[in-house]
């Protein structure tokens, strides 16, 4: 387990960059965190360094954004949907073992449909002090 804070916005923008350059195809983030803890935030900056160039905003109203670069980049958001029968028809298995990255936040509402081997990244944002803390670990690493 790995647990990193984060001051700023750019910070938050090197730790993913940092992680851009570890990870490999295939690798599935699951995101954890409250509204505004910088999930997305993080997301940009993984898709920065994976030299993408459009803009990432939170997917909430599609669900699955698509991203081409060093890697390709899916980025899917289940904010909207209520649990794991929603997410079924999304054809989540599609995505995981792909030659790119996929990042989901609110990854909990998928229940079990996720892999057992995730990358889980949780966000704790101190508003008072700006700082985001971030815990990285894999399934069974807590």
């Given amino acids: 387990m790995r647990i990193v804070e984060t001051n700023s916005p750019d910070e938050t923008w090197e730790l993913a960059a940092e992680l851009a350059d570890e990870l490999g195809p295939g ?55 209520s649990g794991p029968v929603e997410a079924l028809g999304l054809g989540l298995e599609e995505y995981f073992d792909v030659n790119g990255i996929t990042a989901i936040e609110w990854a909990e509402r998928a229940g079990d449909l996720l892999p057992d081997d995730m990358l889980h990244i949780e966000i704790k944002a101190d508003e008072k002090t700006g700082t985001r803390t971030f815990r990285i670990y894999k399934e069974g690493e807590v």
């Fill in 27 to 81: 690798t599935v983030m699951a995101l954890h965190g409250d509204l505004g803890a910088g999930k997305t935030c993080f997301i940009q900056g993984f898709a920065a360094a994976l030299g993408i160039d459009e803009p990432i905003t939170s997917p909430t109203y599609t669900l699955i954004g698509e991203y081409e670069g060093r890697l390709p980049l899916h980025h899917i958001d289940l904010y909207r949907l």
